[in-house]
């Protein structure tokens, strides 16, 4: 169900599974044009899947750099903040 396959003659040989030929081995379909596809992708059901987990995953990397954003910049008043203080007292 998840192999990949030719989505002309249907073959599903290690060459497809890699990803890397540039041509069915048994056609010549051109994979760069028409892909190859498992049946699962063919039905739509791994597109939906990923592009979900797609998503979440962006979303979350953005949450992450948020958070990353919001504590440099937390950082450099700390240090800024230190950096007047002991300034004044000298
Ligand atoms: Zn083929």
Known sequence: MNALRCVRCGYDGALLKEGRAP????C????RKRPALSYAQMEGFTAACSTGLGRASSTEARLIER????????????ITAAVLLTRELT
């Open 23 to 26: 041509r069915c081995p048994r």
């Open 28 to 31: 010549g379909c051109d994979l």
């Open 67 to 78: 958070w990353l954003a919001i504590g440099l910049v937390a950082l450099v008043v700390i």
